[in-house]
C-alpha cells in the first residue's frame, strides 16, 4: 500500500480517525499523569492515595444522580435525531426536567447527609468541608455529563479531543497547585470543582454548536423521551452507582482488614487502569454507541464487532503486554515505594482486556434499550466483583481484588454474548428510533 493509498484509507476509516485522535489525548494524559501520581505518591502517601479514591468515586457516583444517567440517552438520541429539530429540542426540554429534579436531589442530599457521608467515605468528619463544597457544584457536574453527551452524539470526536485536552491539562495545573499549597486538603477541593473547569472549556470550545442543537423554550415532559430517557437513567444507577459503592466498600474492606496503605496500592492500581481505559470510553460513546443504535440486522451487528475487534484489540493487547513487562519501572517512576503493587497488575491487565472485548459487544444493550438484560447483568457482574474479593482478600490480601476482577469479566463476558445471540436469533431487539406522536 501506498504512502497516498493508505492516506485515502485513512480518511475514510472513522474508527482509525478516532482513535488516532484519541490516542494524542491520551499520551498527553499519560504524560502528565506520571508526574503528576508521582508528586501525589510522594506527598500524601498511600493512605491518602486511599482518600483521594474515595472522594473520585463519590464524584462518579454524583455525576451519574445530578444528570439521572440521561448521557448516554442524550448520546443515542443527539446521533438519531440530529436532523430534526423539532424532536430533538422535545428530547432535550425532557433531559432539562431530569436535570433539574436530579441536580435538587444530589445537592440536598449532599448537604443534608455531608457528615454522614464524610464519615462513610474517611472514618471521621475533618472532610466534611469537601462534601458540602460538592453539593454547590452539582449544576455544573449534570451539565457537562449533558454537554458532554451531546457532543459524542454528534461524533463530534475533534471538537471532544480538544475539550478532554484542554481541560484535563488546566484541571491537572490545578491540582498541582492545591496539593504544592494545601497539601490532601488542597487535593480533594482540586478534584471536587474540576468539572466546572471542564464545564467551561465545553462551552468555550463547543458553544456555538450547542446553541446551534440546544434550543429551550420550556422545561416540558415528552411521554416518548420521558420513558426513552428513564430507561438510561436505570441503568445508569445500576452501573455507575452501584459500581462505585462496591469500590468504596471494598477499599474499606481493605484498609480494615490489611491496612489503609494496601488499600492506598490498590487504588494507585486503578488510577493506572483507569488512566489508560480512558481511550476506550471515547470510543464507545463516540463510535460504538451511534453505530449500534443504527444497526438492526444479526449479521450486520456481528461484521461491526468484529471490525472493531480487528482494529482495536490487537491495539491494546499490545499496549498491555509493555504495561506489564515495564510494569517495575512504572512503580519506581510513578509510585516509589509501592513496591506492593507489581503483583497487581498482572490480573489488572488481565481484567481489563477481557472487560474491553467484554464492553464492546454489552454497549449493544445501551444503544438498544435491552433494560432487563443490562441490568441482570451488571448486577450479577457486581455481585461476583464483590464477593470474590471479599473472598479471595482473606486468602491472597490486596491481589484477591484484582484476581476477583479478572473472574468476573470472563463470566460477564460470556453472559453478554450469549444474551445479544439470542436477542438477534429471536428478534428481540426493537428499533430503536421513536415514533413521536405528540
Same mark, same amino acid.
Given at each position: 500500500m501506498s504512502l497516498n493509498d493508505f492516506k485515502a484509507y485513512f480518511k475514510q476509516h472513522t474508527l482509525l480517525k478516532i482513535t488516532s485522535l484519541n490516542s494524542l489525548v491520551i499520551c498527553v494524559r499519560l504524560f502528565v499523569s506520571v508526574f503528576i501520581q508521582n508528586l501525589l505518591a510522594e506527598t500524601v502517601g498511600? @493512605?491518602?492515595?486511599?482518600?483521594?479514591?474515595? =472522594?473520585?468515586?463519590?464524584?462518579? =457516583?454524583?455525576?451519574s444522580t445530578s444528570s439521572l444517567g440521561v448521557f448516554n440517552g442524550v448520546v443515542k438520541y443527539t446521533s438519531e435525531l440530529k436532523e430534526d429539530k423539532i424532536l430533538l429540542n422535545k428530547m432535550f426540554s425532557t433531559t432539562f426536567v431530569f436535570?433539574?429534579?436530579?441536580?435538587?436531589? @444530589?445537592?440536598?442530599?449532599? %448537604?443534608? !447527609?455531608?457528615?454522614?457521608?464524610?464519615?462513610? %467515605? !474517611?472514618?471521621?468528619?475533618? !472532610?466534611? !468541608?469537601?462534601?458540602k463544597l460538592l453539593a454547590v457544584i452539582v449544576p455544573s457536574i449534570a451539565l457537562n455529563k449533558v454537554f458532554s453527551g451531546v457532543l459524542n452524539g454528534l461524533s463530534a470526536y475533534k471538537k471532544y479531543a480538544k475539550i478532554e485536552l484542554f481541560s484535563y491539562l488546566l484541571s491537572s495545573v490545578l491540582f498541582v497547585s492545591f496539593l504544592l499549597q494545601f497539601n490532601l486538603n488542597g487535593v480533594l477541593v482540586a478534584i471536587a470543582i474540576t468539572p466546572v473547569l471542564q464545564l467551561l472549556v465545553s462551552i468555550f470550545v463547543f458553544g456555538k454548536t450547542l446553541k446551534k442543537y440546544i434550543k429551550l423554550d420550556t422545561l416540558k415532559l415528552n411521554n416518548i423521551y420521558f420513558k426513552g430517557l428513564l430507561v438510561f437513567t436505570i441503568m445508569s444507577l445500576v452501573s455507575t452507582v452501584l459500581l462505585n459503592f462496591v469500590e468504596i466498600d471494598i477499599r474499606t474492606q481493605?484498609?480494615?482488614?490489611? @491496612?489503609?496503605?494496601?488499600?492506598?496500592?490498590?487504588?494507585?492500581?486503578?488510577?493506572l487502569s483507569k488512566n489508560y481505559m480512558v481511550f476506550s470510553s471515547g470510543l464507545f460513546t463516540l463510535y460504538v454507541i451511534p453505530k449500534f443504535a443504527r444497526i438492526q440486522a444479526g449479521m450486520e451487528f456481528k461484521k461491526e464487532v468484529i471490525h472493531i475487534y480487528k482494529t482495536l484489540i490487537p491495539l491494546f493487547g499490545i499496549g498491555m503486554v509493555i504495561i506489564y513487562l515495564f510494569r517495575n519501572v512504572i512503580v519506581n517512576i510513578i509510585y516509589p515505594d509501592f513496591d506492593a503493587m507489581e503483583p497487581l497488575f498482572k490480573w489488572q491487565l488481565l481484567g481489563d482486556f477481557v472487560k474491553i472485548a467484554s464492553l464492546v459487544i454489552a454497549h449493544q444493550f445501551l444503544a438498544k434499550k435491552m433494560l432487563v438484560s443490562f441490568v441482570v447483568t451488571e448486577i450479577i457482574s457486581l455481585a461476583l466483583f464483590y464477593g470474590l474479593s471479599i473472598f479471595l482478600v482473606g486468602i491472597y490480601g490486596t491481589e484477591g481484588v484484582v484476581m476477583a476482577h479478572f473472574f468476573r469479566y470472563i463470566i460477564y463476558f460470556f453472559m453478554v454474548l450469549i444474551i445479544i445471540w439470542y436477542s438477534f436469533k429471536f428478534k428481540k431487539i426493537s428499533v430503536s428510533k421513536p415514533q413521536d406522536t405528540v
Open positions: 498511600a @493512605s491518602g492515595l486511599a482518600k483521594v479514591g474515595q =472522594i473520585r468515586n463519590l464524584i462518579s =457516583i454524583v455525576t436535570i433539574v429534579v436530579g441536580v435538587l436531589f @444530589s445537592s440536598l442530599t449532599l %448537604l443534608l !447527609f455531608s457528615n454522614t457521608i464524610a464519615v462513610y %467515605l !474517611f472514618g471521621d468528619i475533618e !472532610f466534611v !468541608f469537601v462534601i481493605i484498609s480494615n482488614r490489611i @491496612s489503609e496503605d494496601e488499600a492506598g496500592n490498590w487504588t494507585a492500581m486503578l488510577f
